[in-house]
């Protein structure tokens, strides 16, 4: 069978399919066409990917997904956070569209763009920093190692601190921050020397600022060969943790006390999803440099590193990128910031908080589920144990809903920000059906 998408049905426009509030599993999941990609897939692919569940997709619209056989599932993990103004946005499509008629590409970091200084513009005015400049990139990674690069050419000292738990990306350096599993470093020998780790908000007694006085600072690290600080102001692939407030401000005015400089690698945060633009608004901290991407272009590939004016001073040559900052990337991205300053982050602060109200009720009478936090569409909760967090994730599949594990033992929820309440309302109820039936497996 080729790899076609399947149904028998009339097939529902963009718009019909974007107002789909239930999911429609109609074959075994994966169905017969689904698993014939995945045959071809397996063959020729990079071993290295963790496929999580058999999701072949065909198509989306808004926060519905249709895979190849024609199954459509309500997307609540929205390919780990990155599709904010869901899929096949209208305003998005025509922004890609017209851009790509205009000029698909020319060399952002030798050449000039209208698109690539209005989004500078935009993101630079978005954030808290005065004065800010913007580098675009084109993946997480790289805007991290932008920063990497910019904090250790300003403060010209060697160190960076992290946080267990955290996630930065998987290139060389950014892996030197990223600390979620022991996997992602394995094999892999020596990743950047001088990065330090302390434990994030609640990994124990003595973690953020105080963790880094009284234990790097004197047994690893004096302060004055520390360049930078990353920190994500709510850990994502760590689990979803919310850290208390003023645990980022503690860490702000331990910055300054030692003139190194605080990065918000905002990737996962960033964009609108906790109901304000950057997550670290929440805290009324300001950073000295913001990570984004994800989110950023709602799907195409682009990231950004915001810093304070007066620290993005390296000279010509120093950084650059062949695809950063790419022009029709630019014009989504564009398009996507419109939309969230218009509508989606006050929306993701609205159902963000019906969906937390309907866990933590969940979480009252069904034991498998406990310790629901979250801000905006940026939601945790923990299982029992790290099995039944895979297993819930498995049977919400197998129900038509996507979400992703996080943590040792959480599920992650994380919709694109034009999810709409019927659609949080089915979500919860399948997320209490899937719970039903793992403890029942587990009786
Ligand atoms: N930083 C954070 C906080 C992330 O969540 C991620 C990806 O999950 C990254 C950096 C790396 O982004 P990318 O996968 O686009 O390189």
């Not at 049905?9 to 066409?33: K, Y």
């Not at 302060?223 to 994500?232: L, R, Y």
Request: aromatic share 6%; hydrophobic share 40%; charged share 20%.
């Amino acid at each position: 069978m080729s790899a076609s998408l399947a149904g028998t049905d009339t097939p529902l426009s963009t718009a019909e399919l974007a107002g789909q509030t239930a999911p429609r599993i109609t074959t075994e999941v994966p169905g017969p066409v689904a698993r014939s990609v995945i045959e071809r897939d397996e063959r020729f692919t990079s071993p290295s990917l963790t496929r999580v569940y058999p999701l072949v997709v065909a198509r989306g619209a808004g926060a519905v997904l249709e895979d190849v056989d024609g199954n459509r599932f309500l997307d609540f993990n929205a390919g780990i956070a990155v599709n904010a103004a869901g899929h096949a946005h209208p305003a998005v499509t025509e922004a890609i569209t017209a851009q790509a008629e205009r000029c698909l590409h020319y060399c952002s970091s030798d050449f000039y763009h209208p698109v690539y200084a209005e989004l500078c513009e935009r993101l630079s005015a978005s954030a808290p920093m005065p004065g800010a400049r913007t580098f675009l990139a084109n993946s997480g990674t790289e805007a991290v190692e932008a920063a990497l690069k910019l904090a250790r050419y300003h403060t010209r000292r060697p160190n960076v601190i992290a946080f267990y738990g955290g996630f930065h990306g998987r290139s060389l350096g950014s892996l030197s921050l990223t600390s979620s599993k022991a996997k992602y470093r394995s094999g892999f020998g020596i990743v950047t020397p001088g990065s330090y780790h302390a434990p994030y908000a609640y990994d124990g007694e003595v973690t953020g600022a105080e963790y880094i006085e009284t234990v790097l600072f004197q047994r690893m690290t004096e302060p004055s060969d520390v360049a930078a600080v990353f920190v994500e102001p709510i850990q994502g692939e760590g689990g979803y943790i919310v850290p208390p407030a003023g645990w980022l401000a503690e860490l702000r005015a331990l910055c300054d006390a030692h003139g190194i400089l605080l990065v918000a690698d905002e990737v996962q945060s960033g964009v609108g999803r906790t109901g304000r633009m950057w997550a670290c608004e929440h805290d009324g901290v300001v950073p000295d440099m913001i990570t984004a991407g994800k989110g950023l272009a709602s799907g195409l590939p682009l990231a950004a590193l915001i810093a304070r004016g007066d620290l993005m001073q390296w000279t010509a040559g120093k950084h650059g990128s062949t695809f950063g900052g790419n022009p029709v990337a630019c014009a989504a991205a564009l398009a996507t910031l419109d939309l969230v300053e218009r509508e989606l982050s006050a929306n993701a602060a609205r159902v963000g908080d019906h969906i937390l109200a309907g866990l933590r009720a969940l979480s009252d009478h069904q034991p498998l589920i406990s310790g629901v936090r979250g801000r905006g569409l940026m939601i945790g909760f923990d299982l029992t144990d790290h099995d039944t967090a895979e297993a819930v994730e498995q049977a919400c599949f197998e129900r038509g809903l996507l979400v992703l594990t996080c943590g040792q033992r959480s599920i992650r929820i994380a919709p694109p920000l034009v999810v709409n309440t019927d659609q949080a309302d089915t979500a919860l109820a399948i997320v209490a059906d899937a719970c039903e039936a793992v403890a029942a497996g587990l009786r």
